[in-house]
């Protein structure tokens, strides 16, 4: 969302973005090379550690309203040619189907994984893949499996259960976008006594997140609670 988009009443953080690489996942935050000018509905060149991808900038995007302590996905370098994007397009569909391999084979060699992404970097011959485990997986046969499929160097990197909701993405019970995947920088540390201290269900099922794990926002909402519960000062 360029600042021109946001209503006078958001300041957007200066030199950040939203940019999206999929339609299917939330937008990633991303620094401005100096000069770059973000309009709705463009396609830009990111820069990432995994390499350069496409990325699009949409107008629905919440824009950036908290520092992020350099924890970015990538620098937008400028506007990405047609030659460009198209090359993206034809990628993407390299990434759908090596995730969609990497599932059916991981089923059948009966492996306790997850697999969540895959981007394929327009310049590096590589597939990266993400999976959630709640353990060490051993996935040397199906590494081999997917780079004979890909014809690429392929990368298996493992991920908590927090960091895939944060990659999936999603609605909260709020009825707002989680906040793994569009504020938050980093996971804090929340506890059942959060939810004591706030008079809330312990249901599990009531405040858990799409994770599994307790939800961020307990964490958000203890201080205000003990605020809240604070006896005032003696005069």
């Not at 906040?179 to 540390?189: E, H, K, L, P």
């Not at 994770?211 to 203890?222: D, F, I, N, P, T």
């Amino acid at each position: 969302m360029s600042c021109s988009e946001c209503p006078s009443s958001i300041r957007p953080q200066p030199g950040l973005a939203r940019i999206t690489f999929s339609a299917d996942l939330p937008g990633q935050v991303c620094s401005l090379k100096e000069g770059v000018e973000l309009e709705a509905g463009g396609h830009y060149l990111v820069a990432s550690a995994d390499g350069e991808r496409v990325g699009q900038a949409v107008g629905h995007e919440i824009p950036v309203l908290r520092a992020c302590n350099g924890r970015v996905a990538g620098s937008v370098m400028r506007r990405a040619s047609p030659s460009e994007v198209a090359r993206s397009d034809e990628l993407a569909q390299v990434a759908r189907d090596a995730l969609r391999f990497c599932r059916e084979r991981a089923r059948e060699l009966n492996l306790a994984m997850r697999p969540v992404t895959a981007i394929v970097p327009l310049d590096r011959d590589t597939v990266v893949i993400t999976f959630a485990a709640e353990e060490r997986v051993d996935f040397r046969e199906l590494l081999r499996d997917l780079g004979r499929r890909t014809r690429r160097r392929v990368e298996l990197r493992q991920i908590g259960v927090r960091d895939q909701a944060k990659a999936s993405g999603g609605w909260g019970p709020c009825g707002r976008t989680l906040c793994c995947s569009t504020f938050m920088a980093r996971f804090n540390s929340v506890t059942i006594r959060m939810a004591k201290a706030q008079r809330l269900s312990l249901n599990p099922s009531r405040i858990s997140g799409m994770c599994g794990r307790l939800m961020c926002c307990l964490a958000h909402e203890a201080g205000e609670a003990d605020t809240t519960k604070r006896p005032a000062a003696a005069k």
